[in-house]
Structures are given as C-alpha cells and as structure tokens.
C-alpha cells in the first residue's frame, strides 16, 4: 500500500526546477478515500485526524471527470490566511461574501485553500485541475463522497490543519484505510511552560550554596556542634548559679 518515497526523492532530484517549493516529509497528511478522513503526522506520529469528503465521482486524475487522484502529492500553496471562516473565494481570490455551515443552495470553496501538486505521472495533473484541500458550507455531507474532485472540510478544521501545515508538506492519498500511527505527546501551552520555569527557578533559590547542591558530612558536623552549644548557653541564662554569700542571705528570713 505504501510505496517507498525514493522514487519521489528521486523525481525531484532530477527535475528541481519543477517545483518551487522545497518538498518537507517530516510533515505529511494521510487520506483515506475508504474511511473518508484526514491524518495529520508529525515525525511519523499523529497530530490529528479530520473527517473529509473526496469525490463522488470516483477516483483518478482524469481531465474532465472530476475525480479525486491518488498517490503522493505535496502542499504547493495556501490560500486564505487571516481570512474569516466562511470567507467564499472564487478564483482562488476572497469575494467580501461569507457563508455559514450548511447555507443552502450554495456550494462554493470557503475558508482555506490547500492546494495540491502531484509528484507521480497517475497525479501529475492534480494541480491543473486545482484540486484542494478546501472548507465547504456542505458541510452535512462530510464523512462521505461529495466533492468534486477536491478534499473537503469543515471550516473550522481547515482553519485548523491550515495552520499546522506548512509548505512543501507530502500528501498521500490512499484508497485504503487510515494506518495505524503512533500519538505524538501533548504541546505544552506558554503558560504551563512559564508555570514551571517560575518553580524551577525558586528552587534553585531555596537550594544549598555548596557545590554538589546538599549539605557535606563536615557541614553538618559544624551545625550540629553549633546548636549544642546555642542550647548549653541558653540553659545558663535560665538557671544562674548563686555564690555562697547569696545563698545565706537568700535563706535568711530577717532579710
């Protein structure tokens, strides 16, 4: 199912001039035409994964049909940022019209646009054809074939994936199901992260000032010796010796 990615190293090798954006296979997308979703991977783990629709018409990089292709791809552009979710574009340009999920009888691309190039000669006319990964107000329709060639999304997870993407990011699109992949861990908010410098910092404060960070055998033979002698000298102050002058006089009664 998944074909080794030297013929795709290899094409471009060859041919850099072909593409003016530097091909990035530490983030790759993985979509399944059969499961109807989105994988998104960092390093070889999952990110995310988003439910989509691809072609109702089937599947191939036929002119005119309107299919969905197969195989390795690679982000080429994106279109959109800043735009407000539900922003229509028509040629690939932001009209000023904003529609809301499921708005009827319309059917335009909307919010974000991905747009694909194919790396194989069975997509090579991908990017003619300006197939995308594109929002849609159809948005009852995702998780099932309905599109017209391109990847559809809800608009708030193009927006999202919009933003994790970058340039250059390999696609493979697959007529299998999704592959099993490792999480990656969590991204640690700003706060948190300033939340722990804060601790780490108060208790390298609160440590020992010696060298090796805890207290050495010699030092805390010294403290010890120390507090021995405070609690000697405090026990002389509360209970004096009188000479034996004092004590005669202390004991006479006439006195």
């Known amino acids: 199912?998944?074909?080794?990615?030297?013929?795709?190293?290899?094409?471009?090798?060859?041919?850099?001039?072909?593409?003016?954006?530097?091909?990035?296979?530490?983030?790759?997308?993985?979509?399944s035409v059969r499961d109807q979703k989105l994988m998104l991977l960092e390093n070889g783990a999952k990110v995310a994964t988003y439910p989509v629709s691809t072609s109702k018409f089937g599947l191939g990089d036929f002119l005119g049909r309107m299919t969905t292709p197969?195989?390795?791809?690679?982000?080429?552009?994106?279109?959109?940022?800043?735009?407000?979710?539900?922003?229509?574009?028509?040629?690939?340009?932001?009209?000023?019209?904003?529609?809301?999920?499921?708005?009827?009888?319309?059917?335009?691309?909307?919010?974000?646009?991905?747009?694909?190039?194919?790396?194989?000669?069975?997509?090579?006319?991908?990017?003619?054809?300006?197939?995308?990964?594109?929002?849609?107000?159809?948005?009852?329709?995702?998780?099932?074939?309905?599109?017209?060639?391109?990847?559809?999304?809800?608009?708030?997870?193009?927006?999202?994936?919009?933003?994790?993407?970058?340039?250059?990011?390999?696609?493979?699109?697959?007529?299998?199901?999704?592959?099993?992949?490792?999480?990656?861990?969590?991204?640690?908010?700003s706060n948190t992260l300033m939340v722990q410098a804060e601790k780490a910092k108060e208790e390298q404060q609160l440590a020992p000032t010696s060298a090796s960070g805890s207290l050495t055998t010699e030092q805390m033979r010294m403290a010890g010796a120390l507090a021995a002698e405070r609690k000697k000298g405090q026990t002389r102050k509360t209970t004096p010796v009188l000479n034996k002058d004092a004590a005669i006089v202390q004991n006479n009664p006439r006195t």
Not at 8 to 19: E, V
Not at 95 to 122: F, K, S, Y
Not at 146 to 174: E, F, H, T, W
């Open 1 to 31: 199912m998944f074909r080794p990615l030297a013929l795709i190293f290899s094409l471009i090798s060859i041919a850099p001039t072909l593409f003016a954006t530097q091909l990035d296979v530490a983030h790759r997308l993985i979509i």
């Open 70 to 189: 197969l195989g390795y791809l690679m982000v080429a552009q994106k279109i959109g940022d800043n735009a407000p979710t539900g922003a229509v574009f028509h040629n690939r340009r932001f009209t000023g019209e904003i529609l809301a999920p499921n708005a009827p009888g319309r059917d335009p691309v909307i919010t974000r646009i991905i747009w694909l190039r194919g790396l194989e000669a069975q997509n090579a006319r991908a990017f003619y054809r300006c197939i995308y990964i594109h929002g849609t107000p159809e948005e009852k329709t995702i998780g099932r074939p309905a599109s017209y060639g391109c990847i559809r999304m809800k608009s708030g997870d193009i927006a999202a994936l919009y933003n994790q993407v970058p340039l250059g990011a390999l696609v493979q699109i697959i007529s299998d199901r999704l592959p099993k992949a490792p999480k990656a861990p969590p991204v640690q908010s």
